[in-house]
């Protein structure tokens, strides 16, 4: 469904700059058939990641031990580590999620313009805590989960995440950015539907979009309206990983929630919590209704 990529960029002339590119894509598991082709190995996904690099005009310069390859973009230096490439690519047995990941490469080094010109497309993703990404601008909000600052990318397939660097690039503090993400998850949320899931007397409400942010819909300041309008308020809610998200004002069906959430978190490339969540006038807290495990 989704895959993150790591990329360091060294210009021949400064200093190393580190970039997070996340590519926001989704595609159908295949099941397995008699005439469905022969299982994606990781060496088969490593080949033709080499053979569509090189025919996209890219020279790879290295590969290295721990999976990484260094390629030329743009006349700098790109390292990637296309490590959840390879296994979206083995899980969903096709090779197509490789265009899409060298689509995003160029748009990976594209750096933002003025910060008018960047400003509607900076947003909140919530994010596992232990994410190994040094200097993002982001804020806790339970033991296992953040908030953070991103700049999403013209294309709305990827985004970075932000730092200090980029609020000095625009001479901006802290406080007027998550002022503008507020704003601009707020307009989002407005657009998309919840969906209504029957549950016997009780009701189940999930967005209704392709968004690869549905996790993050908790931080808009309209979260709570939006709940109200469809399913009520307060609610107890899962977000085990960025593209999902599932909630509920009935406690015994919350306390259910335990198999889904470990299932979601453990597939997915982008986890965020295992935690059922409750949300309130008091602010986002996690229910300890169930037993849930460490996730694997």
């Known amino acids: ?172 503090d802290e406080k007027t950015v998550e002022e503008t993400a507020s704003r601009n998850m707020a307009v989002l949320l407005d657009k998309t539907p919840v969906k209504i899931l029957q549950k016997g007397d009780s009701k189940l409400a999930v967005f209704d979009t392709d968004s690869k942010l549905k996790a993050s819909f908790i931080f808009c300041p309209n979260f709570k309206t939006k709940m109200k309008e469809t399913i009520g308020w307060p609610v107890y809610a899962i977000a085990p990983c960025s593209d999902f998200f599932m909630a509920t004002t009935d406690k015994e069906i919350a306390a259910r929630f335990g198999p889904t959430v470990i299932k979601e978190y453990n597939s997915s490339d982008n986890p965020v919590t295992s935690e059922v969540l409750f949300i309130s006038d008091d602010g986002i807290k996690t229910e300890k209704l169930i037993q849930i495990p460490t996730p694997e």
Not at 89 to 113: H, K, Y
Not at 151 to 172: C, Q
């Open 1 to 172: 469904m989704k895959a993150t990529s790591y990329f360091t960029i060294k210009q021949h002339t400064t200093c190393t700059i580190a970039i997070l590119l996340t590519l926001l894509y989704s595609c159908c598991a295949c099941s397995s058939t008699e005439s469905q082709q022969q299982q994606m190995t990781k060496n088969t996904v490593h080949t033709a990641l080499l053979e569509a690099l090189k025919k996209s005009g890219f020279v790879v310069q290295k590969e290295n031990a721990d999976n990484s390859i260094e390629i030329a973009v743009n006349g700098m230096s790109v390292t990637m580590h296309p490590d959840n490439l390879y296994k979206e690519c083995i899980r969903d047995n096709s090779l197509q999620p490789i265009d899409n990941w060298i689509e995003a490469i160029v748009e990976g080094t594209t750096t933002p313009g003025s910060w008018e010109d960047s400003k509607p497309g900076i947003l909140y993703s919530a994010v596992i805590s232990d994410m190994n990404v040094p200097g993002v601008l982001k804020k806790r909000v339970t033991d296992r989960f953040d908030r953070a600052l991103i700049w999403m990318l013209p294309s709305n397939n990827s985004f970075e995440w932000l730092n200090k660097s980029y609020l000095d690039k625009w001479n901006v």
